[in-house]
């Protein structure tokens, strides 16, 4: 009966490599989002789709391209991954796309780039 | 733009005493705000929001805020802190666009609570 979920929790990988998480939400949202936190706990969004379209794109590298093929699942993939990718990634969820519901969280996926 | 500033990045507190984050916000227009919390090892939970009516908002787990808008601030309290209220918190406010809006978040309060 889990919410949000992603895969995987934790991803350890070289630098140059192509990874990616998977997020699904079961909660019947229209909203998707992704955000990054770093190592000083700052979280920052850097996706958003509605209804399986990019509505928030913030200056995130190319390399980052998030695919949503239904309004249940958003997926982020990463090219050519850098040692500053290393963070916590978290898909989140909501019923609207004006950013005043409530947003529910996935656990996180721990990315560590060697 | 909005932006939010958690006065604040650590907060020790001992069991049974007050629980008191500062939150300030600068916002053009009327702002939603919003206190989250993370447990360790896991996603943000929503305790309570502020949109319209009511200034003090009673959130989940005991915990209130109340949005003072002479002051631009939304300070989180709770009343007697619990073992288990030790986690990071982070304000919030949202910042619209034409037809969608999303969050600014705090840099994050720790909270430690103390036997």
């Known amino acids: 009966d889990t919410a949000v979920s992603q895969t995987p929790k934790y991803l350890v990988t070289q630098m140059g490599n192509d990874k990616s998480i998977k997020c699904e939400q079961n909660?019947?949202?229209?909203?998707m989002y992704w955000y990054k936190q770093d190592s000083k706990k700052f979280l920052k969004i850097m996706f958003s789709?509605?209804?399986?379209?990019?509505?928030i794109n913030e200056t995130v590298p190319n390399r980052f391209s998030p695919k949503s093929p239904d309004k249940a699942h958003l997926n982020l993939h990463i090219n050519s991954l850098e040692l500053g990718d290393s963070a916590v990634y978290f898909c989140?969820?909501?019923?609207?796309?004006?950013?005043?519901?409530?947003?529910?969280f996935g656990p996180g996926t721990r990315l560590t780039v060697l | 733009a909005q932006s939010v500033t958690q006065l604040g990045s650590h907060v020790s507190v001992s069991e049974g005493a007050l629980v008191l984050l500062r939150c300030n916000y600068s916002s053009s227009v009327p702002p939603y705000l919003f206190w989250y919390v993370q447990y360790p090892n896991q996603g943000l939970q929503l305790l309570l929001k502020?949109?319209?009516?009511?200034?003090l908002v009673k959130g989940i787990n005991g915990f209130e805020a109340e949005f003072k808008k002479s002051e631009t601030s939304f300070h989180l309290t709770k009343p007697s802190a619990h073992m288990s209220d030790a986690a990071e918190y982070f304000c919030?406010?949202?910042?619209?666009?034409?037809?969608?809006?999303?969050?600014?978040f705090g840099a994050g309060t720790q909270v430690v609570v103390t036997p």
């Open positions: 989140a969820s909501s019923q609207g796309e004006l950013g005043i519901d409530e947003q529910f």
């Open positions: 919030a406010v949202s910042e619209f666009s034409d037809s969608w809006g999303k969050l600014q």
């Open positions: 909660l019947g949202h229209d909203t």
């Open positions: 789709y509605n209804n399986k379209e990019l509505i």
């Open positions: 502020y949109t319209t009516g009511a200034t």
